[in-house]
Nanobody, 113 residues
Framework: QVQLVESGGGLVQSGGSLRLSCAVSGSIFRLYAMGWYRQAPGKEREFVAR???????NYADSVKGRFIISRDNDKNTVYLQMNSLKPEATAVYYC???????WGQGTQVTVSS
């Protein structure tokens, strides 16, 4: 059974940084694209970043140049380095293995102004 567990969320001041991690088990991790999404209160879940098995990456326009997605296939873990955080980044952040549509439980990120 595929399981995804996010960690690293918390409270940070505007302009600060956080690094989210997502540990994956039960999957041949290196074969699949992994993504990060977020859902703010009262809003729909939205795409943040994706990294494919090849290492190629995509970002939402709102985070380009400030967020960095990476993966460690030896540790079955995907990361999201978030820099220059803004209050509008406050949301629950979810990681997903796109093949099979598996999702983690989410981790809360709160950016204070």
């Amino acid at each position: 059974q595929v399981q995804l567990v996010e960690s690293g969320g918390g409270l940070v001041q505007s302009g600060g940084s956080l690094r989210l991690s997502c540990a994956v088990s039960g999957s041949i991790f290196r074969l699949y694209a992994m993504g990060w999404y977020r859902q703010a209160p009262g809003k729909e879940r939205e795409f943040v970043a994706r990294i494919r098995s090849t290492g190629s990456k995509n970002y939402a326009d709102s985070v380009k140049g400030r967020f960095i997605i990476s993966r460690d296939n030896d540790k079955n873990t995907v990361y999201l380095q978030m820099n220059s955080l803004k209050p509008e980044a406050t949301a629950v952040y979810y990681c997903t293995q796109e093949y099979g549509d598996y999702w983690g439980q989410g981790t809360q990120v709160t950016v204070s102004s």
